[in-house]
């Protein structure tokens, strides 16, 4: 996700952040990539399946599925009034006209315990300017170039709000959704988030709450067709 | 796939705090010097090189209309419109900063050095809808080498005749100069109810090439 006039065919992507479409008009991310330091940011631009690296290196379309402005945004309201860390979580809702309304999405599960040494996943963004290390990036300078990136690890330990996991992020990431692979399908648990003590990071998972503000923006703007 | 909600809430209930507060992760300041005008920064422009860049525009103007084709504004989509863009320098010290990104939440923040001038952009549309100034720093950014202004701004304040759709928007006007010069206005409409906030946000007009709302492949 990035903001709205910067690419879809410029270069850099600017990326800001990571999302995961989970319905027709839904993108879930985190309330920090909407909503930060008492404002809001300019992150509304929906560029699926980017690739950054494609951009850079080949001077290709880094949008291949092109791009779309989201309607709305939705943010926890404590999230908003305090910027509590239990509370980091958002979304943009497409709109109903969006070519993309159609374009698939993930399942997702509510909850709000019981992760805890299951293996979840997550395949996100890093920001252009990041550094992934050489073997990660084809760059001499090592740059991620919001080129997706991933892993997967136990999940260490969680709480109601949050689970956390010893999985290196890099920023740009944030949002990206964390899954666990159930049968033959992804089930996205929770959003990433950042770091969490010393040397873990953490996900805002999908509890009571969030699965609210992703119910009231689903009916506030319904989805049809496809 | 979804538990009842009852069951959901007794868990959170009985097993968590109130959050800690977040340790934001963004762009924090490092370092800043205050620049005469004719002093170069250390990334190399001076504030009064920057105002050239910013030499004004006169451009073709467009009124917008959202991705499902509603007008955010009063103003007449049909209509060829140009638009002036002047900026000139605005009372106050001209600054160069370096940020860098800190903090335990992973946003990209396109942090680094930047130089920010005190300016007064006006902002004139043919059709009298827009016949502005406002003021904010010029801020060149030197990972992009893209200079932006960036100010919000209340319709009833304006001196044209531009006027939302949506009762109790407010507007935002954005301006870059560069390899390529381009701006918008927009309307924002932020709700709050119900433990959520809600913010709908529009380009009403641009000027220059700007990504349109949806841009298939």
């Given at each position: 996700?990035?903001?709205?006039?910067?690419?879809?065919?410029?270069?850099p992507?600017?990326?800001?952040c990571?999302g995961?479409?989970?319905s027709?008009r839904i993108v879930?991310a985190v309330?920090?990539c909407?909503?930060k330091?008492g404002?809001?940011?300019?992150t509304?631009?929906l560029?699926?399946?980017?690739?950054g690296?494609a951009?850079?290196?080949?001077?290709a379309?880094?949008?291949?599925h092109?791009?779309?402005?989201?309607?709305?945004r939705?943010?926890?309201?404590d999230?908003?009034?305090?910027?509590?860390t239990?509370y980091?979580?958002?979304l943009m809702?497409?709109y109903?006209?969006?070519a993309?309304k159609?374009w698939?999405?993930h399942?997702?599960?509510?909850?709000?315990?019981?992760?805890?040494?299951d293996?979840?996943?997550?395949?996100?963004?890093?920001?252009e300017?990041q550094?992934?290390g050489g073997?990660?990036?084809?760059?001499?300078?090592?740059?991620?170039?919001?080129?997706i990136?991933?892993?997967?690890?136990p999940?260490?330990t969680e709480?109601a709000?949050?689970?956390?996991?010893?999985?290196d992020?890099q920023?740009?990431?944030?949002?990206?959704?964390v899954y666990k692979i159930?049968g033959?399908?992804?089930?996205?648990?929770?959003s990433h988030r950042?770091d969490y003590?010393?040397?873990m990071?953490d996900?805002?998972?999908?509890n009571?709450?969030n699965t609210?503000?992703i119910?009231?923006?689903?009916?506030?703007?319904p989805?049809?067709?496809? | 796939?979804i538990?009842p909600?009852?069951f959901?809430?007794l868990?959170?209930g009985?097993?968590?705090?109130l959050g800690?507060k977040?340790?934001?992760?963004?762009c924090?300041?490092?370092?800043?010097?205050?620049?005469?005008?004719?002093e170069?920064s250390p990334?190399?422009?001076?504030?009064?090189e920057?105002?050239?860049l910013?030499?004004p525009?006169n451009?073709?103007?467009l009124w917008?209309?959202?991705?499902?084709?509603s007008n955010?504004t009063n103003?007449?989509?049909?209509?060829?419109?140009?638009?002036a863009?002047?900026?000139?320098r605005a009372?106050?010290?001209?600054?160069?900063?370096v940020?860098?990104?800190?903090?335990?939440t992973e946003?990209?923040?396109?942090c680094?050095?930047?130089?920010?001038v005190p300016?007064r952009l006006?902002?004139?549309?043919?059709?009298g809808?827009?016949e502005?100034?406002?003021?904010?720093d010029l801020?060149?950014?030197?990972?992009?080498g893209?200079?932006?202004?960036?100010?919000?701004?209340a319709?009833?304040?304006?001196?044209?005749w531009l006027?939302?759709v949506?009762a109790g928007?407010?507007?935002?006007?954005?301006?870059?100069?560069?390899e390529?010069?381009?701006?918008w206005?927009?309307?924002v409409?932020?709700?709050?109810?119900d433990?959520?906030a809600r913010?709908n946000?529009?380009?009403?007009?641009?000027?220059?090439?700007?990504?349109?709302?949806?841009?298939?492949?």
């Open positions: 996700m990035n903001n709205d006039v910067d690419p879809p065919n410029g270069t992507i600017d990326l800001d990571s995961t479409k989970i027709r879930i309330g920090h909407f909503f330091s404002a809001w940011t300019d509304r631009r560029v699926p399946a980017a690739d690296i951009d850079s290196e080949l001077g379309d880094p949008s291949p092109g791009s779309t402005t989201s309607q709305w939705y943010i926890r309201g999230w908003m009034d305090h910027e509590w239990n980091d979580f958002g809702v497409l109903n006209d969006s993309l159609c698939w999405w399942a997702w599960q509510e909850n709000s315990s019981g992760l805890t040494q293996d979840v996943l997550l395949y996100g963004y890093p920001g300017f550094d992934c073997a990660n990036s084809p760059h001499d300078d090592d740059f991620c170039f919001a080129s990136y991933g892993m997967g690890d999940v260490i709480g709000y949050r689970f956390h996991y010893y999985m992020t920023p740009g990431m944030s949002g990206t959704g159930e033959s399908e992804r089930v996205v648990y929770g950042g003590g010393c040397c990071t996900a805002s998972r999908l009571g709450g609210d503000l119910q009231d923006a689903q009916s506030d703007h989805g049809d067709g496809c | 796939m538990f909600r009852t959901t809430a868990l959170i009985a097993a968590s705090p800690c977040s340790e934001s992760g963004e924090q300041v490092v370092s800043s010097m205050t620049l005469t005008d004719d170069k990334s190399g422009t001076s504030p009064a920057l105002l050239q910013s030499k525009e451009a073709a103007f917008d209309l959202g991705l499902d084709g955010p103003a007449g989509i049909e209509e060829e419109v140009s638009v863009v002047t900026t000139e009372s106050g010290s001209a600054q160069y900063v940020t860098e990104q800190v903090g335990n946003q990209d923040g396109n680094g050095p930047s130089l920010h300016v006006s902002l004139t549309t043919s059709d809808a827009l502005e100034a406002f003021e904010a801020i060149l950014r030197y990972a992009t893209v200079a932006s202004f960036d100010s919000s701004f319709f009833e304040d304006l001196n044209g006027t939302p949506a928007a407010d507007g935002e006007v954005h301006a870059e100069f560069g390529e010069v381009r701006g206005v927009a309307v409409v932020t709700l709050t109810s433990g959520a913010e946000w529009t380009m009403a007009g641009h000027w220059g090439d700007v990504a349109p709302p949806e841009d298939a492949p």
